[in-house]
């Protein structure tokens, strides 16, 4: 019995030492310390010896469990130390790799100069206000003083949604909408996409934007018109460029002016861009026609005020020298990438 038990001992140890994973260290420890092990089974046939044999060979056993637990602990120790160096060896991150470039969006260039602009009429007092894109015929023409028959809209090629609706043809809807929920004094702008049925060429685009403005108060007069749109030009584009006024005509407003400021590209001398004028037209603008500050209840004896609407497209075009307006409209990323 006690050869067995040396001969026992012996394998195990030696398969032990031999093992390589932790299932073979498991399956090694059935087979030697289970219910059903080898030494359990030796410890069973301890009954057949005699009384005197029986302590002595009980410790031989008990020492020899004792040993074969205590290598299997260790091996299993080492087993898991290798697992996880193994594991850590192939998860090592190298830091000296170079990283990913993350892309980072843009602003487009019309919200670019558009966000100028708001920080040019922000400090000149001015709030922001929104309208809506689809008017009714109302606000977009009526309330400006261009009833249904009126030659002036020809000027504009309205898509119409329905009898009296339609898709704003310019921001001068919003002057309705704010003096009828403002009482003055008044001074905001509204800028946003407006629409008109053209044919689409380098220059038109039947989606543009604007930027309407609208000043009323008591003792408003065409001074003011010209200082606030002066001061605006000369921020824009610098502060030697020059602004002509011309006499022109809106049903909406009486005067009526055209801005233009001079040529950012050749300073006047004219060029490509100006078309040879050395002068590049922005905006429209007037002193509000009294009609239509009555009929939003401003009583025109009391209040006089000045309105104006520039072309944001236009603006964008010139101060990034953009040959054609529709590569505003295609969104294709190499071009947005370039601001
Ligand atoms: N709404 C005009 C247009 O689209 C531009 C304009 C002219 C707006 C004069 C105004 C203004 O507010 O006073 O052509």
């Known amino acids: ?19 390589k994973t932790m299932q073979e260290i498991e399956e090694l420890r059935v087979k030697y310390l289970g219910k059903k092990g080898e030494l359990t089974a030796l410890l069973k046939q301890m009954g057949s010896l005699s009384s005197e044999e029986r302590p002595v060979m009980g410790q031989l056993v008990n020492e020899a469990k004792a040993l074969l637990e205590t290598a299997i602990s260790e091996k299993s120790a080492e087993l898991k130390k290798a697992e996880q160096d193994e594991k850590l060896k192939a998860e090592t991150i190298d830091i000296t790799m170079p990283a990913k470039q993350s892309k980072v969006g843009k602003l487009h260039p019309l919200n670019t100069v558009l966000n100028d602009m708001i920080d040019i009429f922000q400090s ?27 030659p ?3 000027m504009q090629d309205t898509f119409y949604l329905g ?41 038109h685009s039947p989606v543009f934007h604007q930027i309407e403005g609208l000043v009323v108060d008591k003792g408003i007069t065409m001074c003011d018109l010209k200082g606030v749109l002066e001061q605006f030009a000369q921020e824009i584009y610098g502060s030697d460029t020059e602004v002509k006024f011309r006499p022109s005509f809106f049903p909406f407003t009486e005067p009526s002016v055209e801005v233009d ?25 007037g002193m509000v026609h009294p009609k239509v500050l009555a009929s939003c209840g401003i009583d025109p004896e009391e209040y006089t005020g000045f309105a104006f609407g520039i072309g944001l497209d236009r603006l964008t075009t010139t101060r990034y020298k953009i040959s054609d307006i529709r590569l505003l409209f295609e969104n294709d990323k190499r071009f947005l990438d370039q601001f």
């Open 163 to 203: 009898e009296n609706l339609l898709l704003r043809t310019q921001t001068s809807a919003a002057q309705i909408r704010t003096m009828e929920n403002r009482k003055p004094p008044i001074r905001v702008i509204c800028p946003g996409r407006v629409f008109r049925a053209d044919e689409v060429d380098a220059t």
């Open 1 to 19: 019995m006690k050869e067995q038990l040396i001969a026992i001992r012996e394998a195990a140890e030696n398969s032990i030492k031999a093992a």
């Open 261 to 285: 400021v001079t040529c950012s590209e050749c300073g006047g001398k004219g060029c490509r861009v100006c078309k040879g004028s050395g002068w590049i037209e922005i905006l429209g603008a």
């Open 124 to 150: 000149m007092g001015f709030d922001v206000v929104d309208g809506p894109e689809v008017e009714t015929d109302y606000y977009n023409f009526e309330c400006l003083n261009v009833p249904a028959d009126h």
């Open 152 to 154: 002036a809209r020809d």
